[in-house]
């Protein structure tokens, strides 16, 4: 990919912007509507973001971290942008597709990259019926929550809920508690990429809950599915020693 033509998008912290006007002292910035590829600076919160706000233009993005954990980025460096691009790897994430209705009937549709997370809204734990495919797979999960994460999601929120950890090729996404209590012993499931999951919130009078997909979160729903949007590809790329599916096997065996 030698020669292509860049963007560059940054977060808001200083340290963003000072590397933003490295890169654009060094290098043309051509504006979105008219490069091959952007160029992201920050962390995977704004790289998120980006994914979001830029999937209109179907262009491939890479990261630099300018910000904490930076799984989503590669190293920061000024120099050798384009060699660094044209030896880059390419990592294909598949979204999840969202579809809400709340307690007055509003739907609500959002992508969600990472994971599509129900929350409990008060004191009250949660009550859901868990539906994979049409059947009724758990009648009651009484919890905080429960989630959906892709594999690329699944060392992010999934993880931190005790989920499992989902090999980037792997056409599997995680289904996960979030402090169960009952069933207790219930960890989750693993299911198929073509999964139709299906959250009906019982008593949501009594025990409201909340809807999260990705950073975008809609408040009283009822019912909620969630499925692969197989139609939706988004484009990352990784320096090959620091590449995605590498890293999420990486995840799997840090003590």
């Known amino acids: 990919m030698a020669g292509k033509k860049v963007t560059f998008m940054a977060s808001e912290t200083p340290q963003a912007a000072a590397a933003l006007v490295q890169l654009r002292d060094r290098y043309d910035d051509v504006g979105p509507e008219a490069a091959d590829i952007i160029v ?3 962390g995977d919160g704004y790289m998120l973001s980006v994914l979001h706000d830029t999937r ?20 920061f460096s000024s120099a050798d942008l384009q060699a660094r691009l044209a030896a880059a790897e390419l990592a294909v994430l598949r979204p999840l597709a969202m579809v809400a209705r709340d307690a007055s009937g509003k739907l609500h549709e959002a992508m969600a ?8 809204e008060t004191r009250q734990a949660a009550k859901i019926r868990i539906s994979i495919d049409g059947n009724v797979r758990l009648e009651e999960l009484v919890c905080d ?9 699944s060392t992010a929120y999934n993880l931190s809920a005790h989920g499992s950890i989902i090999p980037l090729d ?18 989750g499931a693993l299911l198929p990429g ?22 975008r979160e809609f408040r009283s729903v009822v019912e909620i599915e969630v499925v692969e949007d197989h139609a939706d590809e988004l484009h990352l790329l990784f320096d090959p020693e620091h590449n995605l599916e590498e890293r999420i096997l990486n995840e799997q065996f840090i003590p």
């Open 113 to 120: 990259i990472n994971e599509v997370s129900v929350f409990r």
């Open 194 to 215: 073509t999964a139709r999951v299906r959250f009906d919130i019982l008593e949501p009078d009594k025990r409201p809950v909340s809807v999260v997909a990705d950073n």
């Open 40 to 42: 992201v600076l920050g």
């Open 170 to 187: 792997a056409e599997i996404l995680a289904l996960t508690p979030i402090s169960a209590f009952r069933p207790r012993r219930w960890r």
């Open 145 to 153: 929550g429960v989630l959906v994460a892709t594999p690329a999601g």
């Open 56 to 75: 209109h233009l179907s262009l491939p993005i890479y990261g630099m971290n300018q910000g904490t954990v930076g799984f989503l980025m590669n190293d």
